[in-house]
């Protein structure tokens, strides 16, 4: 996916992300490394990619995220909260996410 800034907003800490319907995580069966697979085709994964998607299944806001990663990884949610903004950006900007408000 291409870096795309133009279109970048913040996306509120009450907003509740959810991968689209269209789109799995799953474990690649040749590689065994994690993979988002969505019809037009697929997304390798890091680490941290794979710990911020894992956690937007609708149940967890924005600021929980930041404040689980920043847990997980020694961090303070407001260090992480701009990463965790840009990595859920780029995913809605290709459809890959849905943001939601409870």
Do not use: F, W
């Amino acid at each position: 996916m291409a870096e795309e800034t133009a279109h970048d907003h913040s996306i509120a800490d009450n907003v509740y992300p959810k991968i689209a319907a269209k789109a799995r995580l799953q474990i690649d069966k040749v590689s065994g490394e994690p993979i988002l697979l969505y019809p037009e085709g697929l997304l390798k994964l890091n680490t941290t990619g794979t710990a911020i998607l894992a956690l937007c299944d609708g149940q967890h806001s924005v600021q929980e995220i930041a404040v689980e990663l920043a847990r997980r990884y020694n961090s303070t949610p407001d260090g992480i909260r701009s990463d965790v903004n840009e990595y859920l950006n780029t995913l809605y900007r290709h459809t890959l996410l849905e943001l939601r408000t409870k």
